[in-house]
Structures are given as C-alpha cells and as structure tokens.
C-alpha cells in the first residue's frame, strides 16, 4: 500500500483484478469509490469484466486441482496462514485508516469491530487448518461385521473452489469469515468485495505472495452485478458465499441452482432487543441503543427492535433520550467520534424515506434528535414509536442508525412480537438470567444476547433463520460449509465384499 491521497488513508497501488498470482487492470466498467463523510472522490478503478471473471474461477480451479494448497500438508497451510495474519497484523493502523475513509466506520470502533475481530478469526482458523475439524480431516470409524469384518474411515476433504461475495459494512470482517475456513479447509477462492468499499480488500490481497500463497490460491476480481452473477452460476464455482441482502441472496441462490453449487447466505436481520420486567433499565438501556447504532446501524445483527414492558416504556424512553444525546455523529476520524455517515446517499435517502413515511402514519420520534448536515451521509440515531409489530418500519432492514421501540403485555406477547419477523439473525434479552435463558430458547435466531453476553467469539457459529440467510459462518459449523465427507471402507479379512442380494 503506497499510493498517499491528501491526508487521508494510504491506498492500494494494485488495480482490482488479481489472476492466477498476477495483478491487472479491470476491462469492465469504471468503479467509483467514495469517502461517504466528505462526499468526494476516494479512488478511481476499473472493475473487472466477465471475461476476467471466467477467468480468475479458472486459474482458481487449476490450482485445486494441481493441489499446491488442497493437498499441502495441514500444518503448513497453517504455518502460512498465521505468517499472513501477522503481516495483516502488522498493518493493522494502515487497514483502520483506509475502512474509516471508504466505509465510515469511526476510527476508535474501527480499531475493535473492523480489524482486531478480523484478525481473531483468521487467527482461529489458521489454528484450525493444522488439525481439521473435530474429529480430524481424517477419523477412523469403530469396526463393522456385516456381512464381513470391515474397516472405515471418513476423510474430510475441501469443497473445491470458492466464490467468497462479501458485503461493503465489514470488509475484512466479512473477508475473514469467508478466506479464514477456506483457506484452512485447502480450497482455493475468487474473492469479490463491495465495488462500494473494495480498496481494504486489494489491499490485504497484496499480503498474499509475501506470505507465500501458491499462485491461483486465492484470486480477486472487483465488479457489479454482471459479475457476481457470472461467478455464481460459473461450473468452475464449487460453493458461493454470500454477505448481503436477502433480496440478492435469494438471486444468488437461484443463479447457482442451475450448476447445483453449495450456497451459504449471511443476510439481513431485524433484530429484536427484548427488555423483560423488572430488568434494570440503567444497564439495559446505553448498550441497547449501542447495538441498533454501531457502524451507524449498517450490520445485519442489529437489534432494531426494542420489546420494553409496558409499565418501564416511560422510564426507557427517557433513558434513550439521555444516551442518545449523548452520542457523537462526525467525522470518523475523530476519536470522540461515536457514529459516521451511511455508506452512499441513496442509503440515507432510503433510511430517511422510511422514517418520514411512518411519521406520516402517526408514528413519532421517542428519542433523538436529527439534524440537517451540509456534508456526508449522514443519519441521526433516533428510537421510533408509536408503531405496531406489522408497520413498514417494524419490518423491514434499513441499514441506518434508527430503532423502534413497542411495549408488551406478558412475556407471550414479547415472544410473538419478536418471533413475526421474515428474518432471524440476533436478540438481545435483558433480564433475570434464569428467565432469559428460557426466554431464549424459544426465539427463532441464530444468536441470542442476555444481559450484553461477552466479546465477539470466532469460536462459534453466526448465521440465522428465514430471510437471514442459510448456513453458517465462524466456529466448526463455519468449517464444515468448506469441507466435503467422504467414507472410506475395506475388509480386514483379505476377501472382498460381494454386493447386496449375491451368494
């Protein structure tokens, strides 16, 4: 990374396409990236063309099949893998700087959600490709004596080549997630990123030949629509893995169903945030207002939806109108600063739509207070209310800093409320610890929070029900989505079996 604009972040000096171990430029349509705080030209690229695309699944492909990392020992896979965390590592300032200015993220979040988590997941899969999953890359099985004594082993093998789409709110988040269990498990990968953020991603793809990834290993094309959709229907694809909107997922599901390809989807959530009766409202509520906002509310674990109950909706929203306004919305650069700008102008157009559609219908600000901004993209945290579970704003992912709050009766109301949702990412539950893990166990989502949990773990699986998505991503559920099963037998006895209904 060499390429210094202003006084802003040092950018990549590769172009967007990377093939079979060679940089070069794309031949599609021309790519703006831009700083979505100061509303100005970030960087200048040209994306990559289908003919590009084919072409990158291709030389993924022969590298498999050549096995200079599918059939590298594990243990130096992993050796590389961790000499590839430590150079991400090492730059770790130059990373934060580039995500802040062509994502927005403040620098003081950066520094924990964008990077230091990326880092632990690698790290953990980097740990994991010496020794497999549980169980092993190979497990012998116990003895068979039917018909005759048998042995058996299963072998676990990669899935072959991986088309890794990630989304623009995380880069390397994202990117971790999906390089991490591939790279671990021996496929080899075609990464595209976000043509809206993609310049963090070519720059950790510069890392690869100084950590010494074979060539093909893992290849990179930044593109539009024409090329994501060319590389999930590409024969040459073995899985896809998917971060976006359910809206896309569900297009690139039926785009990969004509070749039969393995598909994982990590997509949106409208999370619930439950408050149960009796929950200490002081501690409950700065977190919760934290977790609809952090990244500006551009994450698909957001809990957009506060269940407070009924008698504590006074007290809840006078808590939020305190914490709220004690929220800092500016420049990303600043340390102070607690939220940024939205990705692109139609973003906070699309949320701001949204807002003053249910304002029209009655609906009301409980907390927060918007402002007219001069410069970026930017959207004031706010808490609507007034609304009922089945309103436009209840139920549908806005990718903004806006939370809605409704009150409950009795705690069947609460689990309805927050069970009448399309998606099933993320809850929160705020309460009584022996009540909340009940209350846990019937709520339809892939993750559940009580009483603020503990640190992001890339240990354990994160994926959701419904319209979140399909599979999982992070611990060994996440391993398993890159890897095949294959069983193994033989006679212990010298003479061969004969098939089913023979003498």
């Known amino acids: 990374m060499n390429v ?29 990236v831009v700083n979505p705080a100061k509303e100005t030209v970030l960087h200048r690229l040209t994306g990559a063309s289908i003919e590009q695309a084919d072409r990158a699944t291709a030389a993924a492909r022969r590298s498999f099949f050549e096995g200079h990392w599918s059939r590298m020992a594990p243990r130096e896979r992993s050796r590389r893998m961790h000499h590839l965390v430590d150079l991400f590592e090492a730059r770790r ?38 020794d497999g999953p549980r169980g092993g890359f190979e497990e012998l099985l116990n003895l068979h004596n039917q018909p005759i004594l048998s042995a058996s082993m299963l072998v676990r093998e990669p899935a072959g080549v991986v088309a890794a789409i ?25 990464v595209m990123p976000s043509p809206r953020a993609p310049l963090s991603t070519i720059a950790f793809m510069e890392l690869l030949a100084e950590a010494d990834l074979p060539k093909g290993t893992v290849n990179l094309v930044v593109g539009g629509v024409d090329v994501g959709r060319r590389l999930s229907e590409s024969p040459d694809v073995d899985v ?41 409202l002081s501690v409950a509520v700065p977190p919760s207002l934290l977790r609809f906002c952090l990244n500006s509310g551009q994450g ?6 506060t269940l407070v109950a009924r008698q504590a909706y006074d007290e809840y929203v006078e808590r939020s109108r305190d914490a709220l306004g004690k929220l800092v919305v500016g420049d990303p650069r600043d340390e102070k600063t607690d939220l940024g700008p939205l990705i692109r102008a139609e973003q906070r157009d699309f949320v701001q739509g949204h807002v003053d559609r249910a304002l029209a219908g009655g609906a009301r600000i409980e907390a927060g207070n918007p402002k007219d901004r001069q410069q970026g993209y930017f959207v004031d945290p706010m808490v609507i209310g007034g609304i009922t579970n089945d309103s436009e704003i209840a139920q549908t ?25 399309s998606f099933g990412l993320n809850a929160n539950i705020w309460g009584k610890t022996s ?10 989502s892939g993750t559940v929070t009580i009483n603020g949990g503990g640190g992001m773990r890339p240990d354990v699986p994160w994926g959701g029900y419904g319209f979140s998505g399909l599979g999982r991503e992070g611990g060994e559920d996440g391993f398993l989505e890159y890897l095949e099963t294959k069983h193994i037998q033989w006679p212990l006895d010298g003479e061969p079996t004969k098939p089913f209904g023979t003498k």
């Open 93 to 130: 300032q130059q990373f934060a700087e580039l995500i802040v200015d062509e994502v927005g993220t403040p620098i003081r979040i950066t520094h924990g959600l964008q990077i230091q988590f990326a880092i632990d997941v690698l790290r953990w899969f980097a740990d994991k490709a010496a």
């Open 397 to 421: 992912e806005l990718f903004g800093p806006v939370g809605v709050v409704m009150p409950f009766d009795d705690i069947e109301e609460a689990i309805r409320i927050a069970n009448t949702s």
């Open 166 to 190: 990630t989304a623009y709110n995380n880069p390397l988040l994202l990117l971790g997630r999906k390089l991490g269990p591939a790279l671990a498990a021996g496929c080899t990968i075609v």
């Open 4 to 32: 210094m604009v202003g006084k802003g972040a040092t950018l990549p000096s590769s172009p967007g396409c990377l093939i079979d171990g060679v940089w070069e430029a794309g031949e599609g349509e021309e790519i703006v």
């Open 300 to 305: 698909c674990g957001c809990t957009t939806r």
């Open 240 to 280: 896809v893995s998917f971060t976006g909107s359910h809206k896309v997922g569900a297009q690139v599901m039926r785009q990969a169903s004509s070749t039969l390809k393995r598909v994982t989807l990590e997509l949106g959530g409208k999370s619930p945030n439950i408050i149960l009766p009796g929950a200490d």
């Open 435 to 444: 009540e909340a893990i009940e209350l846990a166990r019937r709520i339809r």
